[in-house]
């Protein structure tokens, strides 16, 4: 499964249609705020939203950017994951 990385959005899309994705707008000086994350049923149960948190965390590094969390998944994930704490604020 590839996802298709934009500037504050991570997606995996099938024959045109947007099937599981992690949005994080940006919250101005560098940080993104973690807001949504989306799966489609289809999808549930093999662990698609952990590779999207994933790639976020991924990507924050990648760009030197942080991220807050107001999405409940994202919380939960990133309990789970200390190795990828040095990108929350």
Known sequence: MEFTVAANEIY????GVKLAWVIFPSAGGGIVDITTT?????????GVAGRLMEAAAGELR??????????????KWFEKHAEYADVLT
């Open 12 to 15: 995996y899309e099938k024959d």
């Open 62 to 75: 990648k760009t030197n950017r942080r991220a807050k969390l107001t999405c409940a998944y994202a919380v």
């Open 38 to 46: 989306v799966v489609d049923g289809s999808l549930q149960g093999h």
